[in-house]
Structure formats: structure tokens, C-alpha cells
């Protein structure tokens, strides 16, 4: 398979090095050379450390950076079977390169988006076949994380729904298949994680270390979301909840933080830029942070009240999206856990601390607040009738 990556920064070199890795050819393109020079010295420093590592050895090593070809001409990935574009989040530019790409490739060419949250259908509408069109969304770093949604547009044929599926998964990756809709799953789901922490943050209920430490220690998340966010970058993340609020005809759930919009308009992007919820040093890390001890009654009880209040807001969301159909309950949990690495399916989570709990913990959140962002989905108040469960 001739498989074509269009854009050579983290995320499509990333899945360039995926594609090459199970065997496909890939012809890398982008329109600035020095990046592309980036592109393949990057890669050359990976294959150096897997080698190192006992991972591959050197014969893999060539054979997989002799599999990728770097290339300035759209004309080049002419002949490729499958092409994914990997640009900036802009519908006007995808839609753009889309139509003069469908002017190169043959009739039976997949060309797919790996956009994170903007509508398949409405980049499929600047072809004249849209119906060769899908959304191949990976996560970053591509070539580590397990996790790739799948996202058929309207005019999406089931040929090409299912060559796309089989692809990636002959590539290695876990595939969660995603109705077209904003966020997908993963990028819909995860949003209380930012979202309601920084509405905890600016009730002044506790601040940014204590709320990242209470969701590491009693939920087991790698990472908290204020060290997330920063890793991810303000801005970045900022615009996805933006987007999806937006794409949500401005749904409370999703509303962005005023904390973070502030911050992204002052530069204080996090990690790359040095200073975000946290201060870092050069090489990354936090530093002139206290850590906050959670071992009194007293902090005990903070750190609970925030993890649950997170956990079942991630919980509600993705009740919802299995009650809306935007994926089964398999596809939502491994899209958590493979494409965030969340510790658990929520769903399973929900189970686990059990759907009379959840409804109970959101009923409470609502008649304090009385916001849209805190009503329950409708499937989770109908189980806890029944008395079912998700498994």
C-alpha cells in the first residue's frame, strides 16, 4: 500500500512512521522543506533510540526510513492508495488542499482527515466523490498510543468504512468507530476533565496542584489537568473546547474557562512556552510548585469532593454519547483508556461506583446550581430506574 501524509509536523510525521513501520510506502509532503528536513531528522533519532533500546535492529531501522519518501509536490502523492491529510485545524485550508488532492489521486483513493473535532462531512462536501472520504483520527505521539478513531461522514461509502478500519488496524491500533459529530469521542468525552476542574479552580475551591494531586492519587490519572493542559499547550486545547462549544450550538457542558482564555491570550501556553498553570525549567519539569499534602481529614474530604465531582461529569458525558449513539460502550471506554490513558472505561467506572451514585451525585450538582451543565443524561436516570448496568 502507497500510503500519502500530508503535513510534516509531530502528528503527521508520527503516523508516517506508523504506516511505514507495518509496511505500507509512504511519501511524506509538505510544502516547507526545512520542515520536512526536521521531519526526517526527528525520525532518525527515534530509530536510533529503538535500536538502542533492543526494540528494532538496524536492518529495521533502514527498512523503515527507506519506506518513507520526502516530497514538496501535492502532484507527488499521486499514485497513493490511501492519503491523510494532518494540517493545521482550519476547514477553509482541508477543505482546499482536499480538492486540489482529489485532482492528482486516483478514482479509488481514501482521503482522510485526522482533524480532531471538525465535521468529516463538511470536509467531504470539496470533493467530487465524497463519498471516498473519512475521518482517521490518531493521537499523539501516534507511533505509542494505541487509540484511533474512525469517523465515516454521511456520504462516507461502507467500502471505504471498512478498508479504512481494516487498515489501521492491520497498522496495530485499536479502532473505536465514531459518528461524525463534534469531538468525535475522545475529544467530546474529556472535556469535563479540563472543563470542570477550572470551574472548581475559579469557584476558589482549591488551586491547580491540589486538584491535579487529588485526581492522580484517588483516580489514578497519569497525569492531572493542569499539568495535561500545559503539556498539550493552552492554546491547543483552548481552541478544541472552543470548537466544541461552539459545534454544540454553545451547550453549557462545554463552555471554555475565561482562566484559560486569558492565560492562552498572554502567551502562557504551558510547557513550550514556559509558563502556563505552572512554571517550567528548561527541560520541562514544574518548578517553585508546592505539593499539596492530602493525608488530613480535612484535605482528604477536598480531594474526594473534587475527584468526584470530575469523575462524574466524564462519566455523564460519556453516558451520553452511548445514549446518542456516537459509539457503542466498547469503542467509549477503549477510546478513554487507548487514546488518553485513562485508567478505566468510564462506563465501567460508572458500574463500579455504581449508577444510583451517579445520577444521585449529578442531582446534587444540578439543585445547587441550577446549570444546564450539571443535568443527567437521560440514559443514566433510565438505568438507574431499571436498576441496569452498562456491563
Known sequence: MIVGIIGSGTMGSGIAQVAATAGSTVKLYDTNQAALDKAKASLEKIMSRLVEKGRID???????????????????????????????????????????????????????????????????????????????????????????EVIPAVQTSKAVLDQSVETITNWKKT?????????????????????????????????FATIDKALKTLGGFRMGPFELMDFIGNDVNYTVTETVFTAFYFDPRYKPSFT????????????????????????????????????????????????????????????????????????????????VNYPKGLLAWADEKGIDWCVDTLDNLYNEYHEDRYRCSPLLRKMKKNNSRFY
Open 58 to 148: 538496524n536492518a529495521e531501522k533502514a527498512r523503515i526510513q527507506n519506506s518513507i519518501t520526502y516530497v514538496t509536490n501535492l502532484k507527488d502523492l499521486s499514485d497513493s492508495n490511501l492519503t491523510i491529510e494532518a494540517i493545521i485545524e482550519n476547514l477553509d485550508i482541508k477543505k482546499t488542499v482536499f480538492s486540489e488532492l482529489e485532482s492528482y489521486v486516483s478514482d479509488d483513493c481514501i482521503i482522510a482527515s485526522n482533524t480532531s473535532s471538525l465535521s468529516i462531512a463538511s470536509i467531504a462536501s470539496s470533493l467530487q466523490k465524497p463519498e471516498r472520504c473519512v475521518g482517521i483520527h490518531f493521537f499523539n505521539p501516534a507511533p505509542l498510543m494505541k487509540l484511533v
Open 175 to 207: 479502532v473505536a468507530v465514531a459518528k461524525d459529530t463534534p469531538g468525535f469521542i475522545v475529544n467530546r468525552v474529556a472535556r469535563p476533565f479540563y472543563g470542570e476542574s477550572l470551574r472548581i479552580y475559579e469557584e476558589g475551591i482549591a488551586d
Open 260 to 339: 484559560q482564555k486569558r492565560l492562552s491570550e498572554a502567551g502562557y501556553l504551558g510547557r513550550k512556552s514556559g509558563k502556563g498553570y505552572y512554571n517550567y525549567d528548561q527541560n520541562g519539569k514544574i518548578i517553585n510548585t508546592c505539593h499539596p499534602e492530602l493525608d488530613s481529614g480535612s484535605h482528604q474530604a477536598l480531594a474526594q469532593t473534587i475527584f468526584d465531582r470530575v469523575l462524574v461529569m466524564l462519566i455523564n458525558e460519556a453516558a451520553d454519547a452511548l445514549f446518542l449513539n456516537i459509539a457503542s460502550a466498547e469503542d467509549i471506554d477503549n477510546a478513554m483508556t487507548k487514546g
